[in-house]
């Protein structure tokens, strides 16, 4: 780890680029180092430091604000005893490497070293507020509000009576075929029974592959008038396809090739299944079988001068009567039936 001077300008008589170990005052015009003016040389400007034993963050003399050797009990310029002197604020190295990308130290560093970190939280903290200001959540409220009396505007009902009208049935019988159906999918997702195979290979996804370290320098200063340089690295990553095998195979499955229905529109007409005639029964490619059924009862009510119908149970619906009137709520928006609402 290379090790550099920091420099400082003096005030008092103009003197730029001291060294901030070495020229504890101002070798032009005797004035002391202010820490606080301490700054990274210009690139090319740089003086290596050797031999130089690190003892820690210089501390600013309380009586005359002179950074001194952590390891000094007196003031260098004015004698004053340094019990209490507090850390000198540390230079953060702006020049190359933004804030919030400079790496944690090295764990042998004192935390009162870690010099950008908390710097950079204090920054950050002013720029963006934590509490958010009231305007943000005043909107929302609107909002929510209009959405709130459309839902209950939609679900506002009142009290209507219905009259049950006509009473509907059906019932239907899907026919399904075992028919040749051609599909593709990845090879470790073909299912068993495919036939006619054929695949080639394919981008299947991309992983990220390890390519190598980009690296840059980073400057810290160490806060007794140098400061230090080490490689930042971080790994650099490149996109890489996997390839599989996608296949395009012949499968037989069950389809459903048309539907048998059977209806009526009375009580007296007995609810019944279609007749279903199979062609082919079996389970050969071509053979057929019956597939999924279904079955509704509907009411048909006719209210003020609307008419809707609800699907009930087949035993309730065969135990409601024509003609009888019904209590029930229609929505105050669209006039619709609610057929939950039937007492
Ligand atoms: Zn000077
Ligand atoms: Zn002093």
Known sequence: MARYQMLWDCESCGTTKLLGLTHRHCPNCGDAQDA??????????????????YVGVDRECPACQTPNSAASGF???????????????????????PLDSVPDPPVDETPALRPSAPEA????AIAVPDEAPPRRKKWPMAVAGLVMSAVVALFWTRDITATAKAHAWVRSIDVEQ???????????????????MSCHSEVRSHRQVADGETCSPVRRDQGDGTFTTEQSCTTSYRSEPVYDDKCSYTIDRWKVIRTAEAKGQFLTDEPRWPRVTL???GACVGCDRE?????????TFSYEDKSSSCSFP????????????????ALVVTGLLTCSSIE
Do not use: M
């Open 314 to 329: 087949q035993a309730r619906w065969a135990a409601i009567p024509l003609g009888k009137d019904f209590k029930a709520k």
């Open 75 to 97: 003031c260098v310029n004015c004698g004053s005893p340094l019990d209490g002197a507090v850390a000198v604020p540390l230079r953060t190295d702006d020049s190359k490497v």
């Open 36 to 53: 606080k003016r301490r700054y990274f040389p210009a690139e090319g400007e740089e003086v290596a430091v050797e031999g130089h034993t």
């Open 279 to 281: 062609s082919r029964p």
């Open 291 to 299: 597939g999924q059924r279904r079955e509704d009862y509907s009411v």
């Open 121 to 124: 939280r204090l920054f950050s």
């Open 178 to 196: 075992l028919t040749p159906t051609a599909e593709s999918d990845w090879r470790d997702r073909v299912p068993s029974g495919a036939y006619d």
